[in-house]
C-alpha cells in the first residue's frame, strides 16, 4: 500500500516538474495536466509497488536483496509496468500523433482514438510496439532502480549510523540514476519508437529488422539520436521522482510507524 501510495505521489509531481510555468507564467502551461498526472501516477505507483514486491521474493533470509536481485527486481517492474500501462498508453499516444500528421486526420482526441484502434485493429491495436516498449521499460527499470540503489548506499556510507539522506542528496542520486539510463537504453527506446510508428508495419518485419535497418542506412549514432532532450527531461524526472518516493515513504512511516493504517 505505501508502495503505490508513494510511487503515485510521486508521478503526479513528476509531470508538474516537467511542465514547470517558465515566464511568461500562465493556465496554459498546465493544459493537458490532468490526463498527464493520472496516467504517470499510474506507471510510477505500479513501477514501485511491482519493484518492491519482486525485492521482497528476492530477498535473502537476512532481507537483504543483492546487487543482481535489484536489477532482476528493476526488469521485472519495467515489464510489469510496461504491460499494465506504458504499452496501451503510449502505443495510442504514437498513433494520434501520427494521424495528426496525415493529410486527413481521423482522430479527435484520447478517447475517440482509442476506439478506433478498437474498431480496426482490436486489442493488438493497443499493444503495438509491446516487446520493444517492454524491453525498453524493462532496461529503463533495470538501470535506474539498479544505479540509484548503488549510488545511495554508497552516499550512505558516508553518513551516520541511521542518518537518512537529506532531498537535496536524494534529488542529485536520482538526476545521476537518469543521466546512466539515458544512454544505457536510448538505442532500445529509438527502436521502439520506431516500431510504434503507423508506417511500422510496411517498413520493418520485427523488431531485429528496425535494428538492422536502421544501423545500414542511417548509421551507428542513429540509435542515440534525441539523446541530449532525454537527457534534461530524465535528470529531472529522476531527481523529482525518487525524492517524492522517499520523502512520501518518510512521511508515511512518522504518521502510522506501526503500519496499521497504511
Known amino acids: 500500500m505505501r508502495s503505490i501510495l508513494a510511487g ?35 506507471k510510477a505507483g ?4 511491482a519493484f518492491d514486491a519482486y525485492k521482497d521474493l528476492l ?8 546487487g543482481p536481485a535489484t536489477v532482476i527486481a528493476g526488469f521485472g517492474a519495467g515489464a510489469t509496468e510496461s504491460l499494465l500501462a506504458v504499452t496501451p498508453f ?31 485493429k482490436g486489442i493488438r491495436g493497443f499493444f503495438q510496439g509491446f516487446l520493444p516498449t517492454t524491453a525498453r521499460q524493462a532496461a529503463n527499470s533495470a538501470v535506474r532502480f539498479s544505479s540509484y540503489t548503488s549510488l545511495k548506499q554508497l552516499a550512505q556510507s558516508y553518513t551516520s549510523p541511521g542518518e537518512k539522506l537529506g532531498a537535496v542528496s536524494t534529488f542529485g542520486l536520482g538526476g545521476l540514476a537518469g543521466i546512466i539510463t539515458v544512454y544505457t537504453t536510448m538505442p532500445i ?30 548509421g551507428l549514432l542513429t540509435f542515440w539520436s534525441g539523446a541530449v532532450p532525454r537527457l534534461g527531461r530524465l535528470i529531472l524526472s529522476g531527481g523529482i521522482v525518487f525524492t517524492m518516493y522517499e520523502k512520501s515513504m518518510e512521511l508515511m512511516d512518522r504518521l502510522d510507524p506501526q503500519g496499521r493504517y497504511i
Request: glycine fraction near 8%; charge should be positive.
Open 90 to 120: 503510449e502505443s495510442i499516444k504514437t498513433q494520434l500523433i501520427d494521424d495528426r500528421k496525415s493529410a486527413n486526420p481521423r482522430m479527435r482526441g484520447f478517447l475517440h482514438g482509442s476506439k478506433i484502434i478498437a474498431q480496426e
Open 59 to 66: 530477498a535473502d533470509a537476512e532481507g537483504k536483496v543483492s
Open 189 to 218: 527506446d529509438t527502436v521502439k519508437t520506431r516500431m510504434q510508428s503507423i508506417e511500422a508495419s510496411a517498413q520493418y518485419k520485427n523488431s531485429i529488422d528496425c535494428v538492422v535497418k536502421i544501423f545500414k542506412h542511417e
Open 46 to 49: 505500479i513501477r514501485f509497488v
Open 8 to 42: 503515485a505521489t510521486a508521478g503526479a509531481v513528476e509531470i508538474y516538474g516537467k511542465k514547470l510555468p517558465w515566464p511568461p507564467f500562465g493556465k496554459q502551461w498546465y493544459a493537458g495536466c490532468t490526463t498527464l498526472i493520472i496516467g504517470n501516477s499510474l
